[in-house]
């Protein structure tokens, strides 16, 4: 069974910076594209960030040149250093992978719990 485990999560003032983590844990074939989505009260979920396997990235517009994804491909793992934070980046943040667990299966679409980032203005 894979899962995946965010964390990192936490109140932060505005300006201030946070590191969100998600490791994979389970039976780990091989992982695609890894990413960060998040979703704040009363609104859809929303990409943050996505890297590939090669290490291509793509950003929302709104947290271009303040936000990194990075991956560990060893440890199966996915980052977001969060720089520059702003009361509207206040979110549940979710860690989502497209993971094959065997090489006789395909890739599944794997989400994490979740974790709470809030920045004070």
């Known amino acids: 069974q894979v899962q995946l485990v965010e964390s990192g999560g936490s109140l932060v003032q505005a300006g201030g910076s946070l590191r969100l983590s998600c490791e994979t844990s389970?039976?780990?074939?091989?992982?695609?594209?890894m990413g960060w989505y998040r979703q704040a009260p009363g609104n859809k979920r929303e990409m943050v960030a996505t890297?590939?396997?090669?290490?291509?990235?793509n950003y929302a517009d709104s947290v271009k040149g303040r936000f990194t994804i990075s991956r560990d491909m060893a440890k199966n793992a996915v980052y977001l250093q969060m720089n520059s934070l702003k009361p509207e980046d206040t979110a549940v943040y979710y860690c989502?992978?497209?993971?094959?667990?065997?090489?006789?299966?395909?890739?599944?679409?794997?989400w994490g719990q979740g974790t709470q980032v809030t920045v004070s203005s």
């Open positions: 890297i590939t396997r090669s290490g291509v990235t």
């Open positions: 989502n992978a497209d993971i094959k667990s065997s090489r006789w299966f395909g890739y599944n679409d794997y």
């Open positions: 389970g039976s780990v074939f091989s992982i695609n594209v």
